[in-house]
């Protein structure tokens, strides 16, 4: 799943929360990243969720394409090893 804006915010929260539904049911998810520059808090745990469900349901989460920002907000957070937040 790539997404087509810079920013994530609780503002995005619930249609990303829906679009994630869809693709957690057709299987694994893969988050593209690469186009964000902005991630809060809500969405982060929004993450964390998915991640979760996919660990309970033997599915794969990976979030790609982090740029240097988007992995300081994840670090800032606390939760980059949690996310797996990969360099590519």
């Not at 249609?15 to 186009?35: A, M, P, Q, R």
């Not at 991630?39 to 033997?58: N, R, T, Y």
């Amino acid at each position: 799943m790539k997404f087509d804006t810079s920013e994530l915010t609780i503002y995005e929260v619930e249609l990303l929360y829906k679009n994630l539904l869809i693709e957690f049911e057709k299987g694994d998810l893969l988050l593209d990243v690469s186009t964000v520059n902005k991630i809060d808090m809500s969405v982060i745990q929004l993450f964390l969720s998915a991640k979760k469900s996919c660990l309970e349901s033997s599915k794969s989460f990976q979030i790609i394409g982090a740029n240097n920002e988007v992995k300081k907000i994840f670090q800032e957070s606390g939760c980059y090893s949690l996310l797996g937040a990969i360099d590519e």
